[in-house]
C-alpha cells in the first residue's frame, strides 16, 4: 500500500514507531499561558533555556485550557538527533545533506481543495463570531510576553506579479480578534524584500501562515542569501529532503496559497506602511525569549498583517509551537548554517573541510565549529581563509572555533580540550572588529564597545583558532588506544 505523502502526522506516526522514546503525549490539561512552556523548559527544551534543562522528547499536550478540540506540539526537533532520525540521515551529516538538497531541489506541486486536508475546516473573518485568539492556541512563553506568540508559522508570499516566491519563519503575536504583528527584520529575507515592493505600489501584500509541518520543510525554509539567492523557493529545498514535492492549494480569501498538508492555514495580507507597537496589549517591554536566551525587546513598529481565514484539519489539529531559546532553534536555523558554509568553503577551499557544527551555545546562529584537514604545508593558514568564508557565508555568525580532524566537533568537552592543548591566546585569537551581526544579539551596546559598534547589528567578530600548525603535528598526537572491534559484548 503506497503511503500518504509527507506531513506532520506521518513523522509523528513514524516516530512513535521507530523510536517512542523521542515522543510522549500527555492527557492532563495545561494553560498555553506561561505554563507549556514552563513544564517543558524541564522536560525537554535545552538550548540556551535558562538551567535546569535537558534534551528531551517531543511533547503532545492533548488537552489545552481554553481550546477543547486542539492539540499543542513543542519540541519535535529539540534534538538533533532526532532530527536526524526524521529525516532518515546520520545527524553529524545533516549540513552536507541540507546542502545538496539546495543544489537538486524538487519544486512544489498544486493540488485542488478536496486534496487539502488543511483546508476541512474553514472560519472566515467576515464571520461575527470570529476570533483568532479562540482559534489558534498560540502560547506564551513567559508571562511577560507581549502576546500569544505564532513561532513555527511559515509565511508563505510572492512578488507583486507573481514571479518569485518564499517562505520565511518570523516571529507574530496575535494583537486582537483580526490582527497579528509580525516582526520582519530588517534587511534580509525575502518576504521582506517582496513586503518592501507592494509599500512602494501602497498595496497589501497577500500571504498564508502555514502551521504544523512536516520538519524538512520548516528546516529547509530557513536558508538565507547567498546560499538560497532572490527567487529561489526554499520549499524546492524540502521537495528535495522527502525526494517528493511539497503540495499547495490555492487561498479561499487571498490570492496567495498555502502549504496543503498543513494542520492550519491562516490567510492574511501585510498592510502597506502600517506598523504598531508589538507589546500593545501588555506594555512590559518584552516581546519573547529570543534564540540567544535573552527576552527580546518590544518592537515599536512592527507590521500590521489582518487576517482574512483561519482553515484547519478536522479531528483535533495540532498547533506547533518551540521555546524561542531552545534546541529546536538549534535545528531550525544552525543545520542550515551549516550547509550554507559548506557550499562556500566547498567552492573555495574544495577538500579542506570535511564538516561543521553550529552549536546550541550560539543557538544555531552565532557559533561555527569548523573542521579542517591540513594535509601539506601549502595549506598552513588556510584554515584561517576558512573561518573568514564562514563569516562571508553568514553575516550573523559570531565567533568561528577551528580544529583538527581528530577532534569530534558534536562533543564540546572534546572542542574545549583543543583550546586548552592546541592554543595559545597570544597568537591564535583574531578579531575582525565592526562587522555586521545578528541584532538580536543583546551585546550589541555602543557602551560596551563604542570602536566597532556604530549602530544596531555590528559586532566584533572572533575566530578561536584551536588547530595545530602542519610542521608541528607530529608534537600533538593523542594517546592512541588499542583497536577492539567487538567491544559492545562486554556490555552484553
Known amino acids: 500500500m503506497q503511503k500518504k505523502p509527507y506531513d506532520l502526522r506521518r513523522v509523528l506516526e513514524e516516530l512513535r514507531t521507530e523510536d517512542p522514546n523521542q515522543y510522549h503525549e500527555t492527557n492532563i490539561e495545561i494553560d498555553p499561558d506561561a505554563e507549556l512552556a514552563g513544564v517543558y523548559r524541564y522536560i525537554g527544551a535545552g538550548g540556551t533555556v535558562m538551567r535546569p534543562t535537558q534534551e528531551g522528547p517531543a511533547m503532545m499536550f492533548n488537552q489545552i485550557k481554553g481550546f477543547p478540540d486542539t492539540r499543542v506540539l513543542v519540541g519535535l526537533m529539540a534534538s538533533r538527533k532526532r532530527v536526524g532520525k526524521i529525516?532518515?540521515?546520520?545527524?553529524?551529516?545533516?549540513?552536507?545533506?541540507?546542502?545538496?538538497?539546495?543544489?537538486?531541489?524538487?519544486?512544489?506541486?498544486?493540488?485542488?481543495?478536496?486534496?487539502?486536508?488543511?483546508?476541512e475546516v474553514v472560519h472566515l473573518a467576515t464571520d461575527a463570531e470570529f476570533d483568532i485568539r479562540k482559534l489558534i492556541a498560540a502560547p506564551t512563553n513567559t508571562e511577560y510576553d507581549a502576546g500569544p506568540?505564532?513561532?513555527?508559522?511559515?509565511?508563505?508570499?510572492?512578488?507583486?506579479?507573481k514571479s518569485m516566491s518564499d517562505v520565511t519563519?518570523?516571529?507574530?503575536v496575535l494583537e486582537d480578534k483580526d490582527t497579528i504583528g509580525m516582526y520582519i527584520m530588517p534587511g534580509g529575507r525575502h518576504i521582506g524584500h517582496f513586503q518592501e515592493q507592494f509599500e512602494k505600489l501602497n498595496q497589501p501584500m497577500p500571504i498564508t501562515i502555514n502551521i504544523g509541518l512536516d520538519p524538512a520543510i520548516t528546516i529547509g525554509a530557513t536558508f538565507?542569501?547567498?546560499?538560497?539567492?532572490?527567487?529561489?523557493?526554499?520549499?524546492?529545498?524540502?521537495?528535495?529532503?522527502?525526494?517528493?514535492?511539497?503540495?499547495?492549494?490555492?487561498?479561499?480569501?487571498?490570492?496567495?496559497?498555502?502549504?496543503?498538508?498543513?494542520?492550519?492555514?491562516?490567510?492574511?495580507?501585510?498592510?502597506?506602511?502600517?506598523?504598531?507597537?508589538?507589546?500593545?496589549?501588555?506594555?512590559?517591554?518584552?516581546?519573547?525569549?529570543?534564540?540567544?536566551?535573552?527576552?527580546?525587546?518590544?518592537?515599536s513598529n512592527v507590521n500590521v498583517v489582518k487576517v482574512k481565514a483561519v482553515t484547519h484539519r478536522k479531528n483535533n489539529p495540532i498547533?506547533?509551537?518551540?521555546?524561542?531559546?531552545?534546541?529546536?532553534?538549534?535545528?531550525?536555523?544552525?543545520?542550515?548554517?551549516?550547509?550554507?558554509?559548506?557550499?562556500?568553503?566547498?567552492?573555495?577551499?574544495?577538500?579542506?573541510?570535511?564538516?561543521?557544527?553550529?552549536?546550541?551555545?550560539?543557538?544555531?546562529?552565532?557559533?561555527?565549529?569548523?573542521?579542517?584537514?591540513?594535509?601539506?604545508?601549502?595549506?598552513?593558514?588556510?584554515?584561517?581563509?576558512?573561518?573568514?568564508?564562514?563569516?562571508?557565508?553568514?553575516?550573523?555568525?559570531?565567533?568561528v572555533i577551528l580544529v583538527d580532524e581528530d577532534v569530534d566537533i558534536f562533543d564540546m568537552n572534546?572542542?574545549?580540550?583543543?583550546?586548552?592543548?592546541?592554543?595559545?591566546?597570544?597568537?591564535?585569537?583574531?578579531?575582525?572588529?565592526?562587522?555586521?551581526?545578528?541584532?538580536?544579539?543583546?551585546?550589541?551596546?555602543?557602551?560596551?564597545?563604542?570602536?566597532?559598534?556604530?549602530?544596531?547589528?555590528?559586532?566584533?567578530?572572533?575566530?578561536?583558532?584551536?588547530?595545530?600548525?602542519?610542521?608541528?603535528?607530529?608534537?600533538?598526537?593523542?594517546?592512541?588506544?588499542?583497536?577492539?572491534?567487538?567491544?559492545?559484548?562486554?556490555?552484553?
Open 87 to 119: 529525516l532518515k540521515h546520520d545527524y553529524r551529516d545533516l549540513g552536507h545533506l541540507l546542502k545538496n538538497s539546495v543544489d537538486n531541489p524538487v519544486k512544489p506541486i498544486k493540488v485542488t481543495k478536496e486534496e487539502a486536508p488543511a483546508q
Open 149 to 161: 506568540y505564532i513561532t513555527m508559522g511559515l509565511v508563505y508570499g510572492s512578488s507583486p506579479d
Open 169 to 172: 519563519i518570523h516571529r507574530m
Open 224 to 299: 538565507e542569501p547567498p546560499t538560497t539567492p532572490l527567487g529561489y523557493n526554499e520549499l524546492w529545498v524540502a521537495g528535495a529532503l522527502r525526494n517528493e514535492p511539497v503540495q499547495l492549494v490555492d487561498g479561499i480569501s487571498v490570492d496567495e496559497v498555502g502549504i496543503a498538508r498543513a494542520e492550519y492555514i491562516i490567510e492574511a495580507e501585510i498592510m502597506p506602511n502600517q506598523t504598531m507597537q508589538e507589546d500593545i496589549n501588555t506594555n512590559t517591554g518584552k516581546a519573547m525569549p529570543e534564540f540567544p536566551g535573552y527576552d527580546g525587546e518590544a518592537n
Open 319 to 399: 498547533m506547533q509551537t518551540t521555546l524561542g531559546p531552545s534546541e529546536e532553534h538549534v535545528s531550525m536555523a544552525g543545520i542550515p548554517t551549516e550547509a550554507s558554509i559548506l557550499e562556500l568553503v566547498d567552492k573555495a577551499l574544495p577538500g579542506k573541510v570535511p564538516n561543521v557544527y553550529n552549536p546550541p551555545a550560539g543557538g544555531g546562529k552565532l557559533m561555527t565549529i569548523m573542521q579542517v584537514r591540513q594535509e601539506s604545508e601549502a595549506d598552513m593558514g588556510i584554515q584561517r581563509q576558512a573561518a573568514i568564508l564562514a563569516f562571508a557565508a553568514f553575516k550573523e555568525l559570531k565567533t
Open 414 to 492: 572534546d572542542v574545549i580540550w583543543t583550546l586548552n592543548t592546541r592554543f595559545q591566546a597570544d597568537q591564535d585569537v583574531v578579531v575582525l572588529p565592526g562587522m555586521r551581526n545578528h541584532p538580536l544579539d543583546p551585546s550589541e551596546l555602543e557602551a560596551y564597545d563604542p570602536k566597532s559598534i556604530r549602530a544596531k547589528g555590528m559586532s566584533s567578530k572572533l575566530i578561536l583558532d584551536g588547530t595545530v600548525p602542519y610542521d608541528m603535528k607530529d608534537k600533538f598526537v593523542r594517546a592512541q588506544f588499542k583497536e577492539v572491534q567487538d567491544w559492545e559484548k562486554y556490555l552484553n
